[in-house]
């Protein structure tokens, strides 16, 4: 298991609003493209992850470093942070106490439905996951670091 090029893969639930719309925000914030970006469900995702059972990997995000170590919830925000402009101080912070940062992160993922439906991230006429995988199914499930996967408001 290793990410696909030097960049550390963003994996994500494609099918919930909320992480759609984290990994647009992240996508946009990381303007050197450092960080690449797939969906659990896609084939990259399945890959990456696939000596996981399905519940376990739809339970959180996760990260896969270049040399394929993996980190999931609290504990994949502070390499992701180190990597975004003026992301230091942030990633310093969550590293400095990861039980905190991964209840942190574990309680806006119980909430994560009712958050997307807050931001009008699930009122999506089509759900842009999906969309990119009928379209293009070999080419929407590579890491990506387009804004593809932005959520229709």
């Known amino acids: 298991m290793t990410a696909d090029d030097d960049r550390p893969t963003i994996l994500y639930d494609g099918d919930c609003g909320f ?4 990994a647009e925000k992240l996508r946009r914030w990381d303007r050197e493209r450092r960080l690449a970006f797939a969906t659990i469900q896609g084939e990259t995702g399945r890959r990456l992850l696939g000596d996981m059972a399905p519940a376990d990997r ?3 995000w ?3 470093m ?3 170590t993996r980190l999931s919830g609290g ?6 942070l ?3 402009p003026a992301g230091a101080p942030l990633a310093l912070l969550a590293s400095l106490s990861p039980p905190l940062t991964d209840a942190a992160y574990r309680a806006v993922a119980r909430r994560r439905r009712a958050i997307g439906r807050a931001l009008g991230a ?7 996951s999906r969309a990119a995988r009928d379209a293009a199914p070999a080419a929407s499930d590579a890491p990506t670091h387009g804004s593809s996967g932005a959520p229709h408001a």
């Open 19 to 22: 992480c759609r719309w984290s």
């Open 58 to 60: 739809l339970a959180s």
């Open 62 to 64: 996760h990260v896969v």
């Open 66 to 68: 270049p040399d394929g």
């Open 75 to 80: 504990a994949a925000l502070p390499p992701v």
């Open 82 to 84: 180190d990597r975004l």
């Open 122 to 128: 699930d009122a999506c006429a089509v759900d842009p």
